[in-house]
């Protein structure tokens, strides 16, 4: 289980990262924490010819708000996401997604921007992405773009993203005032999810659900925004029936996968318990 | 706490072990950590077909590679050396460390590299071209059981291997006065027990001596005898480094087809090689997968709830090549009836070759899944009858009085006192409030259950399975030697014959050496010789070393102590009976100004031959080889015959929580009550116990080998075989009791395996108790949470 | 490609070894650098058997490669010992507690534990379980090793005191 060959460059600064980007194409892969990345390298699963190491960009690590949102750098490691209180007040939904992420050991390394680049359909990092809708920026040597984290990916690890371009930040919109709840199941802590559930709820003055955002994981080939839940509980008081019947909508178009560790029919069902948790908790939180 | 602490001054006393500073540091020697002076590495490729036809094989550009040295074929190999031993009586089948002509499992190994990194050969494997023919693979043991099926080994003419009847005592009699019976499947999934150091071998050819060094991360009785087989070599031509540390193995570590392997190529090129397994070809191509076995089970039982007689049919998967595998549905004819006085059984043994990775020894070599089947034939009686489940154990308990109590089989239970141990596991959980605790947990609507589940441990070994399951292997002995000496300044060296994979045997020999001698065990060197240095051994297997090296190292140190003795009687002109011996000392009981010191004699022994009894060698040295106690009989008339001398008892209460949105089992509390006779060192065992039911818990809810319908194999690696980590298990909570074998040196059982044999039990027993208010049951391990999910919220 | 020179500090000595880019830290540590305490073990970042401190902080030595270490300050579990040779504390309370079997997770296990007990002076439990949650052990049921990790916690308390 050793990697097949490959050219290492140590990228200086996000400009370097995309220039080398641009000089080796295809063929080049971004290195962030490599906690994904590494193990399918070992197991050539994965042979890029040119590695492009952004460790050392320190202007790729930051934590900010940003107007209406707060912005994340791709080289930011877990585990200062986890200590940063001001990120945690932010976004409070990525902290308690990043409660199930790995282990001490692979948090130490282990990125947002290599994991949301990354696209692992059980990821939890994507989820909460894509649950916000997260502005994720994309840099070339020709300049930057913005994609909604709800348009990107499109299958598993598979994602809008160009050979040449460069995961720079992710901008959550700002939880102010809104309740979070995070699910996942795993047969063990700190696996990828089987499949898991993500909300954020905010609720107006009259206790009624002013926004919605419901995200399902694991379950489909990339993390699925659940629209049909959020419509289901936008402007509506919150209730049990209320929370069933947005649970049960937050499958909607989803095509669940089999795997070794799960049917899609458990993932089906699943998703629709973990979501009616994940929406509960919102609400508790927002105040109901 | 140790119930009945005995009059010894380092035995059953805690104590650090020899071994445990080397590993802290880490100064440990794994088979990872040998360096040899122009060693190559190997690499090997895996077919991607669970079966297929190699017609040809084209490595020209591989070994073209630069820093390649060797690329070898199973035709190369097939015709330089033998098949790999295989203990049934199967004619046609040939296990070989290269698939020759036809590949039987997706992983199997068909070609290898040597090459100056393992990199390189990596790199050249890719560059290996291999022309196929994939054909239809059998993978379900009960199609491969069929006649018509795809034969795995087609010269074999079938695929089975082994299937054999046994009955013991009036079975139709007993069914036919019962007043009911019961039948149910039971299912035990592949899984196995994975160590986290992954098997390796280095192998060194010295063409000057004709002798062939191996150092290997190895668990396993006769390894070199089978290397010198399958190489044709005289077995004085094998020497198996046995000081080498073992990262783990618990029955798996038998990489006998690496090192034919490499041994090949080490006399082929005059290099010493080095195939270390990485995790892919572990998992996949390292025939080290475990039993997958399906059992029929019927039982006859009284309204009483006094179980009367089993009809058990054992139908198990030894995938592609049996080694010594399917021996593991033998073993446990040694405790077949479990803890209970059930008068009569059939049995039926099956074994099957399929299209899937081979099936190895697993702690409790079979015991596992036969105790899980049969705890869940009890609580299934419990359950028909409305009965406690605690209630049914004690009834059909063999008492205290009992022993040596002759099972149905013939096996005769040394001791045991299982209502204490079961009294003893109930108060250490408090049974009345963990049931209260069930109770609430499930009055607020969610699924709770208590397991309630006991085990016996034989331990000691003997061969017979072997003879049961094929009478052309006559084999009656199980020893074990060991050697011990004193020098000159009276240092003291214990020698033991194997290896060590975490049982602290050097721990072992300084107790019992300190102990037998009056002197300080920490002071005492044990040391591992080589096979060629070593006395006979069969291994640290069948949860024998407390038993077997224990004994063997108590009577080298009785032979040593009878060289002082006469020493000292022959210097003090004092008949041996009116001599005392203290710490190493030894005075005139009468007068004790007269003595000798440990050191005079030691120096008498080594220096003054004048000073010697007529007749003594010079020097303290003893070895001493023991026999498995009750071992060396064939089977009587009816078949009837010992299988392992010592019994351990175990009694499990888990309490779990399931989740009805998920299925996801969690363990809230798990107390073990345990008896092995006499501990030598407390920690040792402890931690031996506690780990086995941790590797239960595994094997109960989350390890399993997956195979595709197509034969594909699924779990290659840790992110889809999964082991419990901290998360999983809980603090398990543990007490002991003290019942003496009368058999062994110091009354001393074996305590490696029980927590696996008795943890599945357990926890399928709790899981189903959870289960059991919705009318649910689970009869298959792993329980996996989708499997519990769909249980509680499929669609019927 | 071609072997590079890589320069780094482990156990707090300046060492130097060439290495091409595609070797891991675990396999520079074990192979040029004959430092062999940190264990193979999945060689894809689930077992913890490779766990070295780098800068500080427990990391998969796996899943880094050596030339991504140049410069860095690693500690392995060679490292823990103090500087007369003798097993650091927590060392001594793996042994006090028969923390280990087989020896092959252990290195691992206490790298994990010294970084937890680095920022983390009376660790409970679940700070224990969390902190060696990413360490696999078959042999000992974690139990003796959540126990030597709090013996190695108080002795550590008292000795500050």
Known sequence: ?288 | MISQAPNTRYVARKRRTQEDKRFVTGRGVFVQDIERPGMLHVAALPCPYPRARINNIDFSAALAMPGVHAVLDGAELAAATNPLYGGLKTPGVKWRPLAFELSRYAGEWVAAVAADSRAIAEDAMELIEVDYTPTDPVIDPEEAYQAGSPQVHPEHGSNVLYDGEFTWGPVDDDFAAADHSLSFRARWHRSSTVPIETFGAVAEWDEGKGILDVWASIQMPNYADQIAGAMGIPLNAVRVHQDVDVGGSYGVKRGIKHTVLIGYLSRKLERPIRLIEDRLDNMGGGDAHGPDRIFDTQVAYNADGMIKSLKIRALDDAGAYPGRGPFQLGKPIAAIVGPYTINSVHYEAISVTTNKTGQVPVRGFGQAPTNYMLERAVDKVAAALGMDRIEIRRRNFIQPDQFPYEQPSGTKYDSGNYPAVMDKVLALANFDALCARRDEIRSEGRLAGIGVATCLEPGGGNNMFEYLMNPAAEITTFMEGAEARIDGEGCITGVMATTTSGQGHETLVATILGEELGREPDDIRVIHADTLTAMPTRSPVASRMAIMLGGAITGAAAKLKAQIMAIAAHNLETPLDQLEYSGGDVSVRNDPSRKLTWNEICYIAHKQYHRLPEGAAPGLQAQHVWQVPLGGQLPDADGKVQLYPCFSFQAHIPLVEIDPGTGKVTLLEYFIAHDCGTVINPDIVRGMILGGIAHGIGAALYEKFEYAPDGQFLSATFADYLMPSTFEVPLVKDTEHCTPSPLTSHGQKGSGEGGYLGGPAAVASAVNDALSPRGLEIDQLPMRMSLIEELLNGTP | ?161
């Open chain 1, 1 to 288: 289980m050793k990697p097949a060959p490959f050219d290492y460059f140590a990228a200086a600064s996000a400009d370097d990262a995309v220039r080398l980007l641009a000089e080796h194409g295809d063929e080049a892969l971004i290195l962030a924490g490599g906690q994904s990345l590494v193990p399918m390298m070992n197991m050539r699963l994965a042979r890029p010819s040119v590695l492009i190491d952004i460790n050392d960009c320190d202007e790729m690590k930051f934590m900010a708000a940003d107007g209406d949102g707060f912005a994340i750098g791709a080289g930011t490691r877990q585990k200062d996401i986890l200590k940063s209180a001001e990120t945690c007040t932010a976004v409070p939904l990525l902290l308690k997604a990043l409660a199930f992420v790995g282990h001490v050991q692979t948090r130490n390394r282990g990125t947002l921007g290599g994991s949301i680049a990354h696209g692992d359909p059980s990821a939890e990092m994507p989820l909460v992405a894509v649950t916000l809708d997260a502005a994720i920026s994309l840099r070339t040597s020709n300049g930057e773009r913005t994609i909604a984290a709800s348009e990107f990916y499109s299958g598993p690890m598979s994602t809008e993203r160009a050979p040449d371009e460069c995961l720079m930040a992710v901008s959550f919109p700002l939880s102010t005032g809104a309740g979070t709840g995070f699910h996942e199941v795993s047969e063990r802590h700190g696996d990828f999810a089987i499949v898991s559930a993500a909300a954020e709820i905010n609720l107006d003055a009259g206790g009624k659900c002013a926004s919605a955002a419901i995200g399902i994981g694991g379950a489909h080939p990339h993390p699925v925004k659940a629209l049909k839940a959020e419509a289901i509980l936008v402007g509506e008081a919150p209730s049990d029936a209320l929370i069933e019947a947005a649970a049960e909508a937050a499958t909607d178009g989803i095509e669940a996968m089999d795997d070794v560790h799960a049917t899609g029919a458990y993932r089906m069902r699943v998703a629709r318990v973990l979501a009616a948790r994940a929406i509960s908790d919102a609400l508790a939180e927002a105040g109901l």
């Open chain 3, 1 to 161: 490609m071609k072997p590079r020179s890589i320069t780094l500090t482990v156990n707090g000595a300046k060492r130097t070894a060439a290495a091409e880019p595609r070797v891991t830290l675990l396999d520079f540590l074990r192979g040029p650098l004959g430092v062999t305490g940190a264990h193979m073990g999945c060689e894809h970042g689930v077992c913890g058997a490779c766990s070295v401190l780098v800068e500080g902080e427990p990391v998969r030595a796996c899943l880094m490669f050596a030339v991504q270490a140049a410069g860095k300050a690693v500690t392995t579990v060679e490292g823990l010992a103090g500087s007369d040779g003798e097993p650091s504390p927590l060392q001594e309370a793996f042994r006090d507690a028969h923390g280990l079997q087989c020896g092959y997770c252990t290195p691992g296990m206490l790298i994990a534990a010294q970084a937890l007990l680095d920022e983390n002076p009376d660790p409970d439990e679940a700070d224990i379980r969390e902190a060696i949650g990413g360490n696999i052990c078959r042999c000992t049921g974690y139990v003796q090793i959540i126990e030597a990790i709090k013996l190695a916690a108080e002795n550590l308390r008292e000795a500050a005191q």
